[in-house]
T-cell receptor
């Protein structure tokens, strides 16, 4: 099991450019999430997908779009990048067990917008 | 949504026990208490979770107050590798698989371990 994988690991964009962050999990989890973490700060939820075919806004959705392509993949798109979107982006998925749910996180994508 | 409050930072000496507190006074009966930690430059990782009873695993212990309005993550012997940000979050089991399952993280507690 690779767990949760994210690509790319690092990216530098210019203001106004667009890009898509990819996330995939091989654990057959239903729920997937995108978070951002600014330097020295906690995680903030951008979007999440409770199941294939559904997506919902989190705390900070403005400037982002998501696609739940299938059960495995959940992508995050920046249509017109801004310096305020410089951050580390984490994808996560949730296992659902009778004794409680557990989130698994990817290694993160470090994005700089100039 | 039930919220949690944690101290911003704590310090511990190496090889001593650490008690990390979390208050969740508005917890509902169906909220599980989860703890995650984030090592420097890494994604968060699961530590432990529980509902009502105290829980132990190889990483830590979770002590839950009888009224469930607070909990404590216990690291029995802190090591330098335990220096991390620790997050306490609540997840309502009724929200599983629904659009209400947002999973919000607060700022957490930054734990420093002194050699």
């Amino acid at each position: 099991n690779a767990g949760v994988t994210q690509t790319p690991k690092f990216q530098v964009l210019k203001t106004g450019q667009s890009m898509t962050l990819q996330c995939a999990q091989d654990m057959n989890h239903n729920s997937m999430y995108w978070y951002r973490q600014d330097p020295g700060m906690g995680l903030r939820l951008i979007y999440y997908s409770a199941s294939e075919g559904t997506t919902d806004k989190g705390e900070v959705p403005n400037g982002y779009n998501v696609s739940r392509l299938n059960k495995r993949e959940f992508s995050l798109r920046l249509e017109s990048a801004a310096p305020s979107q410089t951050s580390v982006y984490f994808c996560a998925s949730t296992s659902r067990l009778p004794e409680g749910d557990t989130q698994y996180f990817g290694p993160g994508t470090r994005l700089t917008v100039l | 949504d039930a919220k949690t409050t944690q101290p911003n930072s704590m310090e511990s000496n190496e090889e001593e026990p650490v008690h990390l507190p979390c208050n969740h006074s508005t917890i509902s009966g169906t909220d599980y208490i989860h703890w995650y930690r984030q090592l420097p430059s890494q994604g968060p990782e699961y530590v432990i979770h529980g509902l009502t009873s105290n829980v132990n695993n190889r990483m830590a212990s979770l002590a839950i107050a009888e009224d469930r309005k607070s909990s404590t993550l216990i690291l029995h012997r802190a090591t330098l590798r335990d220096a991390a940000v620790y997050y306490c979050i609540l997840r309502d089991v009724r929200n599983r698989g629904t659009s209400y399952d947002k999973v919000i993280f607060g700022p957490g507690t930054s734990l420093s371990v002194i050699p």
